[in-house]
């Protein structure tokens, strides 16, 4: 099992919660994922590692940036 963190940008209500959450859920692997709409941390847990590509993709699919450090 993994577990990876990430921070997404443009976030502002819960339909965006619940869009980010409904696109990563549908990646591969994945067991669930928590939104943290006040911080914009989204906590993915998996079966298996996440390309960070997908999980970008997916970010981007419903509308909102995977922040970059």
Known sequence: MSTSTYTVTGMTCAHCVASVTEEISELRGVRSVEVDLSTGTV???????????????????????????
């Open 43 to 69: 906590t993915v847990d998996s079966t298996e590692l996440l390309a960070a590509s997908a999980v970008r993709d997916a970010i981007e699919e419903a509308g909102y940036h995977l922040a970059t450090a």
